[in-house]
Structures are given as structure tokens and as C-alpha cells.
């Protein structure tokens, strides 16, 4: 079974400018997550889609969106960049069911720049 | 509030010496779930075992074993035998609730980054 794929795997951009960020659950999973890892705050959620409704969000500003389709894809959006968005960005994926504990599985990240 | 402390940013161990990655979490849910994560320098997070709240006997998984002490607040990571592909980041991880009901968000710890010595 093919793992959590994510692109691009790396991204330069300029601030002010937006990017976009895909995600590819395993197959049959539901739940796709994302999170930001940077050097000064670690790993941090960002927001988490079950059955292309958010069912979590962390605190980041407004400018980080995302959104998820019926075939569980996931993207998310950041507009306006600024520099401390650049870092590894990553995505899971979990098949969520009733008494399990519900691993999550990561895909391998997108590093993102911004100059 | 931090929710996850890992404390021992670094460790060294000797090859096919066990070593003990330690983690204490802090949560009023009694329904939550502990993970650990091992992250290579290449970025993916690996997961390597679970334990649960309600999980009477301490989880194992080949090399990987954890120490649950509940009372305590801990659930510390115990790899066994290293080998020189464990040098890595080990991240303990908490999610709080029943995931298929509250979700699968997860609060990381800082990490220990792991190197084994040949």
C-alpha cells in the first residue's frame, strides 16, 4: 500500500506571495492532518480534515487554509507569506476507526522557503 | 501550557546498548493516547509505538518498548539493542481523546535527538 505522498517536496517563494501544498492519504483514510515544524517552535498543528470537513484547527493566522476533497486529497493554502513561514510542512493520514488507536502516518513534508 | 516535555535534547549511546528516551505529558482528559515518532534527517516521521490510557500492560513493538507509569505521568521510550540506524530525532506525542470522536490532533514534544556511537 502506498504511503502519505506529498508535493511539491521543496518550494521557494518570495514574501507577500501564496503557495499551495498537496497531501495524498493512504489509501482509505479519511483523516489527513498538517503540521508545521520549524526550529524555533517545533512541531505544531495546524488544522486536521475528516470527510472534507475540518474537524480541527491550531492557532495559526487566517492566512493558513486548507481544504479536503471526496477522494480524501488534501491541500493547504498560506497567502501572504511572510519569512517565518518557511519550514518542513507535513501532512498525516489515519484511517480513523472505533477502537483503534488511530495512528497517524506522515508523509514525507514539504520544505518551504520564503526569501 | 506544555503538554508534552521531553528533556534530554541530546543522547549518545554505545551500538547494542539500550538506551531510555524520557517523556512526561500533562492532561485532565483520561481518555488520550501516547505516540512516539522517530524522525530521520531526511524529515519523515516514522511511528514507531502507541499506548493508551487505558492500556493496562506497557506496549512493545520489536526493539521498541514503553515504560507507562501513569501516576506519573510518564511514558518513556526504551529502545533496545541500538543499532547505528537509530540515530535520529524521537518525538513523544499526545493526542487527547477517543480519536474516531475528538480527532487526531497531536502535541509534540521538543525531541531527543538520538546518536549511536559504533
Known amino acids: 500500500k502506498a504511503g502519505v505522498t506529498q508535493t511539491p517536496r521543496y518550494l521557494i517563494k518570495t514574501r507577500g506571495q501564496q503557495v499551495t501544498l498537496s497531501c495524498s492519504p493512504i489509501?482509505?483514510?479519511?483523516?489527513v492532518s498538517w503540521y508545521q515544524q520549524t526550529p524555533g517552535q517545533g512541531l505544531q498543528f495546524l488544522f486536521e480534515?475528516?470527510?472534507?470537513?475540518?474537524?480541527n484547527k491550531g492557532n495559526f493566522p487566517g492566512r493558513f487554509s486548507g481544504r479536503q476533497f471526496s477522494n480524501s486529497r488534501s491541500e493547504m493554502n498560506v497567502s501572504t507569506l511572510e519569512l517565518g513561514d518557511s519550514a518542513l510542512y507535513l501532512c498525516?493520514?489515519?484511517?480513523?476507526?472505533?477502537?483503534?488507536?488511530?495512528?497517524?502516518?506522515f508523509g514525507p513534508g514539504t520544505r518551504l522557503t520564503v526569501l | 501550557a506544555q503538554k508534552i516535555t521531553q528533556t534530554q535534547p541530546g543522547m549518545f549511546v554505545q551500538e547494542k546498548e539500550a538506551v531510555t528516551l524520557d517523556c512526561t505529558y500533562d492532561?485532565?482528559?483520561?481518555?488520550?493516547?501516547l505516540f512516539w515518532y522517530k524522525q530521520p534527517s531526511s524529515g519523515e516521521m516514522i511511528f514507531l509505538i502507541y499506548?493508551?490510557?487505558?492500556?493496562?500492560q506497557n506496549a512493545t513493538e520489536g526493539r521498541y518498548s514503553l515504560n507507562f507509569q501513569k501516576a506519573r505521568k510518564s511514558a518513556n521510550l526504551v529502545i533496545s539493542a541500538s543499532q547505528l540506524g537509530d540515530s535520529a530525532m524521537y518525538f513523544c506525542?499526545?493526542?487527547?481523546?477517543?480519536?474516531?470522536?475528538?480527532?487526531?490532533?497531536?502535541?509534540f514534544g521538543e525531541g531527543t535527538q538520538l546518536t549511536v556511537n559504533p
Open positions: 498525516a493520514s489515519s484511517f480513523v476507526r472505533q477502537g483503534a488507536y488511530n495512528e497517524q502516518f
Open positions: 489509501s482509505g483514510h479519511r483523516s
Open positions: 480534515y475528516f470527510s472534507e470537513t475540518q474537524r
Open positions: 492532561t485532565s482528559d483520561p481518555s488520550y493516547g
Open positions: 499506548q493508551g490510557s487505558y492500556d493496562q
Open positions: 506525542a499526545m493526542r487527547e481523546g477517543r480519536g474516531e470522536t475528538s480527532g487526531s490532533r497531536l502535541t
